[in-house]
């Protein structure tokens, strides 16, 4: 397919018809954001970072729950995925379904959902509590939050890369002398690995801009958008600002970076 | 060699049944059949990519059958090549030995050979979409002899190429097994493929074996109406066979009896190659028994050769090259006489 070039789009009236939709949902997500990044000072915002131990500590609170929550989904949810793009069975549409259900779930209500397994005195939270993990007003419970509400990201980006790759590729291999987990590893994992790379930063992403399900199970210790939210009731729009803008910064920094990193491996 | 015994495979819509072969050590074994007619699925069954509902598949004096793919030594070369997009042209190659716990170091001084046969070694670093058609076609049949495979199974390997590249690769092919004595099962829809490479040719249709023969068997003696369109013989007739004189057989084709050599009686199939017929605008004495006055009812040129459909009644196609049809001065509407040997009549 060739792409038209940029002139053509305004001698068609439909498409310019487009892009001035396009630039208004645009301007809808930027106008805000920008307006809040340039109406904070640099100077406080150099102040918070250096002496507010607490807005420190809830952004990297933030950015490794989501690590370590989208490192689990990573573990548990690629194997779903290869199972989903690769196999046909009675039942799949529904399992689809599932996968999909946390986006549609209120986060607040997942997060209750959850303390109903994992809530002190409910099965998984007693399970787990013999080995030393609780999850209420903890980190375990800010990973499970954040990984029940971004999960769906990961599993959905990993199972269309396998489903781009030729079945034959892994058949080839097999005629070729490698077992199946050899295949796996050496044949399908490396031709995914960009669409699960760009999957894990969007289940990444959703985990550190959460709020909802986490609130329910975790209070304390804060993570980032808890503390907004706590800044913004008991201090005000500027200082629930400030925390905003170092979070956004900071996420937008790494989410940059990786975005950088894996794309430059597609070009190579 | 390769023994396969009343194999049963269904796949999805493709379903194999009671299919038997026996494959040669050496031998350049030709599976021919139209498409849809399930030959990916058999040699992907012989693979072991899948799993035969029953049947047994004997290589060297195992039964393989139950068999994982990786145990089974047979090499697969697909139509479009599925070549390692991730690796490059030396990767590919290796592949196989690497998988057997070989280093790097190993696998590319034991893949050498490979390497020099198919003349890759100047390609050994490229990616592999740098390549072409032609030349993926080498490093996957490098890729695949780098097993050393007891049979080599090759899926219409030379459908996606140029006709100057498919040549080539032809005769590649041939070195391949005249220089390894590689056993090669080779499935294509092309009659003229299976007739330059086949020492044996079976014909698949619908998921059964119709036919296993030299290609002059299944050339010259169609033993079923398939085979017999198959192989391109335009002129198949259906008809009463009784005694006839001497050592011939009379055809009766409706309005025409034709004189063939046969043991075989009662309803049946005559069949006549459009090449095996004389066209001539006298009649004229000859040994050929079958000598019938008819009109050229159409002309289809096909270059420098010319099919002719003539009507004696019944219809027959005929070949004539165009300079015999330009000095006769053959022409629609023209009446022409057609002549045939009893013997050039394959009944069946």
Request: aromatic content about 10%.
């Amino acid at each position: 397919m060739k792409r038209k070039n940029i002139s053509a789009i305004f001698k068609n009236k439909l498409t310019l018809t487009f892009v001035i939709l396009g630039v208004v949902i645009l301007l809808f997500i930027l106008v805000p954001l920008l307006t809040m990044v340039f109406s904070s000072h640099p100077g406080e915002l150099f102040d918070l970072l250096l002496h507010d131990k607490v807005v420190i500590n809830a952004i990297w609170l933030t950015i490794y729950t989501a690590l370590i929550s989208t490192a689990v989904g990573l573990i548990l949810g690629v194997p779903l995925a290869y199972v989903l793009a690769r196999y046909d069975f009675p039942g799949k549409k529904i399992i689809e379904a599932v996968v999909d259900l946390p986006i549609v779930v209120p986060h607040t209500g997942a997060g209750i959902a959850l303390l109903f397994v994992f809530g002190k005195n409910f099965f998984g939270g007693k399970v787990f509590n013999s080995l030393g993990i609780g999850f209420v007003d903890a980190v375990p419970g800010i990973v499970i939050a954040m990984m029940f509400v971004s999960i769906p990201f990961l599993v959905n980006a990993a199972k269309d890369g396998f489903k781009r790759i030729d079945p034959r590729l892994e058949k080839v291999a097999r005629t070729l002398g490698a077992t199946p987990r050899q295949t796996f590893f050496n044949v399908t994992l490396p031709l995914a690995w960009r669409s699960i790379l760009s999957g894990s930063l969007m289940m990444w992403a959703r985990g550190v801009s959460e709020f909802g399900a986490v609130v329910i199970i975790t209070y304390y210790p804060m993570i980032a958008s808890t503390l907004v939210y706590q800044r913004f009731e008991t201090q005000g729009l500027d200082a629930a600002r400030n925390v905003a803008v170092l979070l956004i910064l900071a996420c937008l920094i790494i989410f940059v970076a990786l975005r950088y990193i894996s794309q430059r491996g597609e070009k190579a | 060699m390769i023994k396969i015994k009343n194999l049963c495979v269904s796949v999805g819509d493709f379903h194999l049944e009671d299919v038997t072969l026996d494959v040669q050590q050496g031998e350049y074994f030709i599976v021919l059949g139209p498409t849809g007619a399930g030959k990916t699925v058999l040699l992907e069954t012989i693979a072991g990519l899948y799993r035969a509902q029953s049947g047994e598949i004997w290589l060297n004096g195992r039964d393989v059958a139950s068999l994982e793919p990786e145990k089974r030594g047979i090499g697969f070369v697909y139509q479009d090549y599925v070549l390692f997009p991730h690796l490059s042209v030396i990767d590919n190659i290796t592949f196989g030995l690497k998988q057997r716990g070989k280093s790097r170091k190993e696998a590319e001084a034991e893949a050498g050979w490979t390497i020099q046969l198919l003349g890759l070694s100047s390609l050994l670093n490229r990616k592999i979409d740098t390549l072409s058609g032609g030349e993926k076609q080498k490093v996957a049949l490098a890729r695949a002899l780098a097993i050393k495979p007891k049979v080599l199974l090759l899926d219409e390997p030379l459908s996606a190429l140029d006709p100057e590249t498919r040549e080539k690769v032809q005769q590649e092919l041939r070195e391949i097994r005249n220089k390894l004595n590689q056993t090669i099962i080779h499935v294509t829809h092309d009659f003229e493929e299976a007739v330059a490479l086949g020492e044996r040719i079976a014909v698949l249709g619908d998921g059964h074996i119709m036919q296993v023969g030299t290609a002059e068997e299944i050339f010259c003696q169609p033993k079923s109406e398939f085979v017999a369109r198959f192989a391109m013989t335009r002129n198949i007739f259906a008809g009463e066979v009784r005694d006839g004189e001497a050592e011939c057989a009379f055809v009766n084709i409706g309005v025409t009896l034709i004189e063939a050599v046969t043991n075989l009686r009662g309803h049946r199939h005559a069949s006549v190659r459009p090449e095996d017929i004389l066209i001539s605008t006298q009649p004229f004495i000859s040994s050929a028994r079958n000598s019938f006055k008819g009109t050229i009812t159409d002309v289809f040129s096909k270059g420098s050769t010319i099919y002719l459909t003539i009507n004696v009644p019944p219809d027959f196609i005929c070949l004539v090259t165009r300079r015999s049809f330009e000095d006769m001065e053959l022409r629609e509407g023209g009446k022409v006489y057609v002549t045939f040997k009893a013997s050039a009549v394959n009944v069946f």
